[in-house]
């Protein structure tokens, strides 16, 4: 508990700072907007990716561009009950994405879960609770 609370507090500052999102229509197609993050058409409109690890079994990746934000997680599983246990909530998470609008259906690649936020979920819904909801999530 003594260092998950640094650790959800640098997440939490950093959600802040890089949720300064705005429109970008698609470069290729007229009047369609991708998440620049998911696609990465346009290597200048990507910025830096944050990495902000706990220790080797619990990080989190922060990557940003002009119009999304993708926060991929990976937990911390200790044994192999926590492994299945993991597995199971994170499965019955991602089969639901869609009541949760930001949750990604498929992890980052090494990640077990991904949120994906863009322009619109920042215009839609309040910054700060979007943000509270990813650090909820992981506490």
């Known amino acids: ?31 369609h907007n991708k998440p620049e993050v998911e696609f990465k058409t346009s290597p200048e409109l990507l910025l830096n990716p944050v990495l902000i690890c706990r220790n080797e079994a619990e990080k989190c990746l922060i990557e940003t561009s002009i119009n999304s934000l993708r926060i991929s997680i990976k937990v911390k599983q200790a044994d192999e009950l926590e492994n299945i246990l993991a597995k199971k909530f994170l499965r019955f998470l991602s089969m639901r994405a869609e009541a949760f609008e930001v949750l990604r259906r498929k992890p980052v690649q090494g990640y ?28």
């Open 1 to 31: 508990a003594n260092t998950l609370r640094p650790y959800l507090t640098c997440i939490r500052n950093t959600l802040a700072a890089a949720m300064c999102l705005q429109n970008f229509p698609c470069q290729e197609v007229e009047r």
């Open 112 to 139: 077990d879960i991904s949120f994906l936020i863009t322009n619109y979920h920042c215009e839609e819904m309040y910054k700060h609770k979007l943000i509270d909801f990813i650090v909820q999530f992981m506490e």
